[in-house]
């Protein structure tokens, strides 16, 4: 199994930034990609960026596209998604997940799951 473990959501205005972070742990040799995921009240699931953990290829959703960066730290098995030019409509809750396939885009291959952030944007 791998274990993630999020931080970094909060409270931010608009037009601000917020770095979250997935740190990974177990089988982490079977990760081949870290995808961000986010869902606000009432809304499904959907998948905002993604990073393959080998050759660094990313996934953006075209409402994030530009805003949002997905990066890693294989040395210290972590995953990062930098958010700036936050919108009230980014907020939700955020989750990390682990895949053991470079299909970045299927959310099918996402396996393990972090436990949520809060990401909350004022207007």
């Not at 993630?4 to 917020?18: I, K, N, P, T, Y």
């Not at 990066?71 to 989750?95: C, F, H, I, W």
């Not at 996402?110 to 952030?117: P, S």
Request: glycine residues 12%; aromatic residues 12%.
């Amino acid at each position: 199994q791998v274990q993630l473990v999020e931080s970094g959501g909060g409270l931010v205005q608009a037009g601000g930034s917020l770095r979250l972070s997935c740190a990974a742990s177990g089988r982490t040799f079977s990760m081949s990609a870290m995808g961000w995921f986010r869902q606000a009240p009432g809304k499904e699931r959907e998948l905002v960026a993604a990073i393959t953990w080998s050759l660094g290829n990313t996934y953006y959703a075209d409402s994030v596209k530009g805003r949002f960066t997905a990066s890693r730290d294989n040395a210290k098995n972590t995953g990062y998604l930098q958010m700036n030019s936050l919108k009230p409509e980014d907020t939700a809750v955020y989750y990390c997940a682990s895949s053991g396939s470079v299909f970045i885009t299927d959310h099918r291959n996402y396996n393990y799951w972090g436990q949520g952030t809060q990401v909350t944007v004022s207007s």
